[in-house]
């Protein structure tokens, strides 16, 4: 419940079902990587398998039936876990992509370069090829600098960068884009520097308010 990324907010939706909400200290989270904290007296890590290997908490024995399970079969998002430096499972979430995105990322295409930069493995291309079309145009396996880096390469190129994400993986390229949008689940959350805030159920209204801007500017020239 610290935690605004996407991935461990729909896991809390889900187990807050079956237990209580115990006090968390010394909460700690790293973009691009997990968070950590401690839970009655027990520590806890949660978040991407080479951050908990870097740790040295991830068992390796294939015997071992804690060992890290594979992810190059399964299409989707993992959160592993580990308590008290020894690895205890994940969750893997499916991806789902919104069903307005086809329409939406369409009707933008002639008017705009549109880039993919997604911190999830290569096995998610195929699910968006069929959106984006081009692999150039798609970026994966992208860490918070990569996707700063790659904003910074856009600007120096001349181009004017609208950078859309959620989360704090997202938070230096969105400070960094000339027009930054954090997409929240609750407006009222915390949200990462930006110049809007859109509710993720709006997502497919970005056609709208570029629209919607520009006649706002046009008219703004005028006066």
Request: with cysteine; charged share 25%; net charge neutral.
């Amino acid at each position: 419940r610290h935690s605004t990324h996407p991935l461990p907010v729909r896991i809390g939706d889900v187990i807050e079902r079956a237990h209580s909400a115990k006090t968390v200290r010394s909460f700690r989270e790293t973009p691009g990587c997990g968070m950590e904290g401690d839970v009655a007296g027990h520590e806890i890590l949660m978040g991407a398998a080479t951050w908990l290997d870097s740790r040295k908490i991830m068992r390796r024995n294939l015997d071992d039936p804690f060992s890290i399970p594979t992810e190059t079969t399964n299409l989707g998002s993992y959160v592993h876990v580990a308590i008290d430096s020894k690895y205890r499972g994940c969750f893997r979430l499916a991806s789902a992509v919104r069903p307005e995105m086809d329409s939406l990322l369409g009707n933008l295409a002639p008017d705009y370069q549109l880039t993919l930069l997604s911190g999830d493995g290569e096995k998610e291309r195929e699910r968006f090829r069929q959106l984006f079309r081009r692999d150039d145009a798609m970026r994966f396996n992208q860490s918070p600098h990569d996707k700063l880096e790659h904003i910074c390469q856009l600007q120096n190129s001349g181009n004017t960068v609208m950078m859309v994400g959620d989360g704090l993986n997202d938070a230096g390229a969105l400070k960094q884009s000339d027009v930054g949008v954090a997409v929240v689940e609750n407006i009222s959350a915390f949200s990462p520097a930006s110049d809007v805030i859109l509710e993720a159920h709006m997502v497919s209204r970005l056609q709208q308010v570029l629209k919607f801007s520009k006649r706002s500017d046009r008219k703004s020239t005028r006066l």
